[in-house]
């Protein structure tokens, strides 16, 4: 038997997944306007070129989840560059195999 | 081949862009209490390790083996693999659609990527490639046969587009020569592709 394939290619597909699956889950994102938003993200890049249903394709499922949290109001799109910021932070000032956390 | 980049990282590799902001995403989510990370966890868990093709593999087999389930599934896919346990986000809406040598069915969905999750799991990238979105509409008997299907020529093709409401298990045929296996050993010829009708279930070894 061939080995399956993994579900996720990489962990921060998963991630994104899981994120989106749960709003959903706790009724905060009804899957149709989710579905409908989501299509339309990937109607416009695939304009541009072939998406290929890998990186691309979770990329603009990214894109879709930050603007429907735009809007909503649930992450501030300003507030969501400061914290990746300061997760980047984090990272470079965090020795290697150590444990990374956000300060404070 | 020695092994010649350095492998002492000063600092711990910094995680790509996307994961970056998809980490942002989840702090505040967390920090709002809109999320609980250990939920995320679940849900990841279930859909690496738990929910695949195998359930809509047994859901097949069931059908081949026993007539009343067949009948049901057809009738009422969704009320029927609920009563498996096989449910779930993607899940609500299911339609079985069962290949005949008169019908074979393919399902793609045109919009993203509707697929039912609960009995396959998360879409392969094909699926949801530009690619097979657009071209399995349009010359689906070209698209098959990239993937190694060739139908007779009384056979006609039914391609079915999935929604964010419709979602669908292609039931393929019964292979020859599989007359007295048991249900699991019928299962194990069921492939993922075969559920989506890109593939047929493979012939017994």
Redesign the interface.
């Known amino acids: 038997m061939t080995r399956p394939e993994p579900a996720f290619a990489e962990p921060w597909h998963a991630q994104v997944f899981a994120l989106t699956v749960h709003l959903n889950e706790t009724g905060r994102l009804p899957w149709t306007d989710w579905a409908d938003r989501f299509g339309a993200t990937l109607a416009r890049h695939g304009l541009a070129r072939d998406l290929d249903g890998g990186d691309d394709y979770f990329t603009a499922w990214l894109e879709t989840l930050e603007a429907v949290l735009a809007e909503t109001g649930a992450a501030d799109p300003k507030e969501a560059m400061q914290v990746k910021q300061a997760w980047e932070t984090a990272y470079l000032a965090t020795p290697h195999g150590q444990p990374v956390h956000l300060k404070d | 081949m020695p092994h010649d980049h350095h492998d ?9 862009d ?12 967390t920090r ?1 209490g ?3 990370p250990a ?3 679940a ?2 868990d279930a ?2 390790n738990r929910i ?2 195998k359930n809509g593999a047994d859901v097949v087999a069931r059908a081949w083996t026993d007539e009343g389930f067949r009948a049901a599934l057809l009738e009422d896919a969704s009320a029927t693999v609920r009563e498996l346990g096989y449910y779930g ?2 899940g609500e809406h299911v339609v079985a659609v069962e290949n005949t040598p008169a019908q074979h069915n393919m399902v793609v969905c045109t ?4 697929y039912p999750w609960p009995l396959l ?2 879409p ?9 979105r657009a071209r399995a509409v349009r010359e689906p008997r070209r698209v098959l046969a990239e993937f190694g299907v060739f139908l007779p020529d009384e056979t006609a093709v039914r391609v079915w587009d999935s ?3 419709m979602r669908y298990l292609v039931i393929p045929m019964r292979p020859e020569g599989t007359e007295g296996m048991d249900r699991a050993a019928l299962a ?1 010829l069921v492939t993922r592709n075969s559920m989506i009708g890109t593939g047929l279930a493979r012939a017994p070894s």
């Open positions: 002492d990282h000063p600092h711990s590799l910094l995680p790509s996307p994961a970056l902001r998809v980490k942002a995403l989840e702090t505040i989510l709002k809109l999320v609980d939920a995320l966890d849900i990841i859909y690496e695949g093709p986000r993607q919009l993203c990527s509707c799991g998360i392969p990238a094909w699926y949801k490639s530009d690619a097979y929604t964010a409401e194990a």
